[in-house]
C-alpha cells in the first residue's frame, strides 16, 4: 500500500511538471542572456547569435580564465553557445574568444571597444551611497577606471560611453541583496539591440 501511494505522489508530481507546448516552444527560444549573464565580446545582437555561432567550443577553450561557459541542452536554440555569468568569473577582456571565432559571432572588436553590456548602479543597496562606508571597490576594480567609472563625492559614477560591460566591478561588489542581486550589475542592453529591418 505504501509503494503504491509513493508511485502515485511521483506521478502526481511528474504531471505537474508537464508543460504546453507553448510554453515549452517559448523556453526553447528563450534567450539566455540577462542582468549578469552576457556573450563575449564581440558578440553580434543576440537576435542573430544562435543561428551564426557553430558551437565549436573555440571561445570556450581559449579563454584562460574559464569566465566562458557553453550552454547545455536545457537552453533550446541556444544550447552550445558560450555565456559568461560575471559573477561567477568575470570577463578580463583578453581577447583571444575573439580572434579563435572562425564565423564572426564574435567579433574582433578592440579592448576599450567591447560592449558587453553596461553596469548600473543600485543606489539603495551601494554601500558609498547609502552611506554606510567610504566602499570604492567597483571603482578600484574597473580595468578603465577614470573613463567607465569614476568619482563624484565618494560616489561611484558609470560613463556608458567608456563602459564596456567586462562585469569586473559586479564581480568584485561586497553587497549583495536579498534577491541575488549585487549594488552594482550588469545589463546586457547591447545584445538586445535589432538589427533586422523590412525591405
Same mark, same amino acid.
Given at each position: 500500500?505504501?509503494?503504491?501511494?509513493?508511485?502515485?505522489?511521483?506521478?502526481?508530481?511528474?504531471?505537474?511538471?508537464?508543460?504546453?507546448?507553448?510554453?515549452?516552444?517559448?523556453?526553447?527560444?528563450?534567450?539566455?542572456?540577462?542582468?549578469?549573464?552576457?556573450?563575449?565580446?564581440?558578440?553580434?545582437?543576440?537576435?542573430? $547569435?544562435?543561428? #551564426?555561432? @557553430? !558551437?565549436?567550443?573555440?571561445?570556450?577553450? +581559449?579563454?584562460?580564465?574559464?569566465?566562458? %561557459?557553453?550552454?547545455?541542452?536545457?537552453?533550446?536554440?541556444?544550447?552550445?553557445?558560450?555565456?559568461?555569468?560575471?559573477?561567477?568569473?568575470?570577463?578580463?577582456?583578453?581577447?583571444?574568444?575573439?580572434?579563435?571565432?572562425?564565423?564572426?559571432?564574435?567579433?574582433?572588436?578592440?579592448?576599450?571597444?567591447?560592449?558587453?553590456?553596461?553596469?548600473?548602479?543600485?543606489?539603495?543597496?551601494?554601500?558609498?551611497?547609502?552611506?554606510?562606508?567610504?566602499?570604492?571597490?567597483?571603482?578600484?576594480?574597473?580595468? $578603465?577606471?577614470? #573613463?567607465? @567609472? !569614476?568619482?563624484?563625492?565618494?560616489?561611484? +559614477?558609470?560613463?556608458?560611453?567608456?563602459? %564596456?560591460?567586462?562585469?569586473?566591478?559586479?564581480?568584485?561588489?561586497?553587497?549583495?541583496?536579498?534577491?541575488?542581486?549585487?549594488?552594482?550589475?550588469?545589463?546586457?542592453?547591447?545584445?538586445?539591440?535589432?538589427?533586422?529591418?523590412?525591405?
Amino acid at each position: 500500500m505504501k509503494r503504491r501511494t509513493f508511485l502515485q505522489m511521483i506521478g502526481a508530481g511528474l504531471s505537474g511538471l508537464a508543460l504546453s507546448p507553448a510554453t515549452t516552444r517559448a523556453n526553447m527560444l528563450k534567450s539566455p542572456v540577462g542582468t549578469n549573464s552576457l556573450r563575449p565580446p564581440g558578440a553580434v545582437p543576440e537576435e542573430l $547569435f544562435p543561428a #551564426k555561432c @557553430i !558551437r565549436c567550443g573555440r571561445c570556450v577553450e +581559449v579563454c584562460p580564465y574559464r569566465a566562458i %561557459t557553453m550552454l547545455d541542452i536545457r537552453r533550446g536554440i541556444h544550447a552550445g553557445t558560450p555565456l559568461i555569468d560575471v559573477t561567477k568569473v568575470p570577463c578580463y577582456l583578453c581577447m583571444k574568444c575573439v580572434d579563435v571565432c572562425p564565423t564572426g559571432s564574435l567579433q574582433r572588436v578592440k579592448q576599450d571597444k567591447t560592449r558587453m553590456g553596461l553596469a548600473v548602479i543600485n543606489t539603495f543597496n551601494c554601500l558609498a551611497y547609502e552611506g554606510i562606508t567610504l566602499c570604492r571597490t567597483c571603482y578600484d576594480k574597473c580595468p $578603465f577606471m577614470e #573613463k567607465a @567609472i !569614476r568619482l563624484e563625492q565618494l560616489r561611484p +559614477v558609470i560613463d556608458e560611453n567608456h563602459c %564596456t560591460g567586462c562585469g569586473m566591478c559586479t564581480n568584485a561588489c561586497p553587497e549583495t541583496d536579498k534577491h541575488g542581486r549585487k549594488a552594482i550589475n550588469i545589463e546586457p542592453i547591447y545584445a538586445r539591440e535589432k538589427v533586422t529591418h523590412d525591405e
